[in-house]
């Protein structure tokens, strides 16, 4: 069983930074791909990030390239979303969840095993 907590999120002005993180339980965190999904009001949960075990391979939802940064800390059992130059298009409550195939960086919600509480992010104009 793994246990997944995350923090970090807020309101704030566009342009801004937030990092989001997610604490686990469990000490095979670090065998587990790790993810970001987020949902806005009204919208399906959606793929935003994911990292493979060791932190090698990462994948993001093309929206988010360039501006948000997905890393981990195997020794924390922490996975972490930076996000800059935030929209208001980035609104949403953000998930993490943890896959048990650690090597994928998988985009479908399905393949994740387990799934946090959520954090709100949300971006004012």
């Known amino acids: 069983q793994v246990q997944l907590v995350e923090s970090g999120g807020g309101l704030v002005q566009a342009g801004a930074s937030l990092r989001l993180s997610c604490a686990t339980s469990g000490r095979t965190f670090s065998s587990y791909g790790m993810g970001w999904f987020r949902q806005a009001p009204g919208k399906e949960r959606e793929f935003v990030a994911a990292?493979?075990?060791?932190?090698?391979?990462?994948a993001y939802t093309d929206s988010v390239k360039g501006r948000f940064t997905i890393s981990r800390d195997n020794a924390k059992n922490t996975v972490y979303l930076q996000m800059n130059s935030l929209k208001p298009e980035d609104t949403a409550v953000y998930y993490c969840?943890?896959?048990?195939?650690?090597?994928?960086?998988?985009?479908?919600?399905?393949?994740?095993?387990?799934w946090g509480q959520g954090t709100q992010v949300t971006v004012s104009s």
């Open positions: 990292i493979n075990w060791n932190g090698g391979s990462t």
């Open positions: 969840a943890a896959d048990r195939g650690g090597n994928r960086t998988s985009k479908r919600k399905y393949e994740y095993e387990y």
